[in-house]
């Protein structure tokens, strides 16, 4: 029951947006967002709770919509930094307390 | 950085032999995970503890086993390697609708 991301590949150019898509087949309480460099461990960027507002930090943003269980990560005027994979991990409603992750989203930024 | 530390981080093993992988925390967090990562697989949940001796299978549970006598440890057991088990493992720790944090990986290589 892996959440469903798409696109499986992003590339871009410096400046340009992006917007990762994130969806699952059950309800769910929580989405989260990693990203993870080539060689490193992911890195948690934010956390979506149900009920909860849209979240952001800098030119990264993301948004839950509970009622169709989906969920989508906003990357606003890339940078180089943000090149890398990323992931969303999805909590169920049942409360069973794992995070289950997608297959990741390759995002590739060009100078 | 969060205190989550895996061990070895690099392991070539005999196919058939007992291989165990080690994860220690010093957060005192509750919930610990073991996740595999696979090109084109992304990160699947192995097992998962949500207390001491609590603990539940993940999505790719056959082949492996784990222990968690002690909040900080979680042990992971693979009871007769296979050449299939060749993967990068991931430990992870959270709390409840906290961020989950990562440890380094372990790169287990079975010949």
């Known amino acids: 029951q892996q959440p469903v991301q798409s696109p499986q590949a992003v590339i871009l150019r410096e400046g340009e947006d992006a917007v990762i898509n994130c969806s699952s087949s059950?309800?769910?309480?929580?989405v989260h967002w990693y990203r993870q460099k080539h060689g490193e461990a992911p890195v948690f960027l934010m956390i979506?709770?149900?009920?909860?507002e849209q979240k952001g930090h800098d030119k990264i943003s993301a948004s839950f919509n509970e009622k169709k269980q989906q969920s989508s990560l906003y990357l606003t005027a890339s940078q180089l930094s943000y090149s890398g994979t990323y992931f969303c991990?999805?909590?169920?409603?049942?409360?069973?307390?794992?995070?289950?992750f997608g297959k990741g989203t390759r995002l590739h930024i060009l100078p | 950085d969060a205190g989550i530390t895996q061990s070895p981080r690099h392991k070539v093993t005999e196919t058939g032999t007992p291989v165990t992988l080690r994860c220690h925390q010093t957060?005192?967090?509750?919930?610990m995970y073991w996740y595999r990562q696979d090109p084109g697989h992304g990160l699947r949940l192995i097992h998962y503890?949500?207390?001491?001796?609590?603990?539940d299978k993940g999505e790719v549970s056959d082949g492996y086993s784990v222990s968690r006598s002690k909040t900080e440890d979680f042990l992971l057991t693979l009871e007769s390697a296979t050449s299939s088990q060749t993967s990068v493992y991931f430990c992870?720790?959270?709390?409840?609708?906290?961020?989950?944090?990562f440890g380094q990986g372990t790169r287990l290589t079975v010949v």
């Open positions: 992870a720790i959270s709390g409840r609708q906290l961020e989950a944090f």
């Open positions: 059950k309800a769910l309480y929580s």
């Open positions: 979506l709770l149900k009920g909860g």
């Open positions: 991990g999805t909590e169920g409603t049942n409360r069973d307390d794992k995070i289950i």
């Open positions: 957060e005192n967090h509750r919930y």
């Open positions: 503890s949500y207390g001491v001796k609590d603990t």
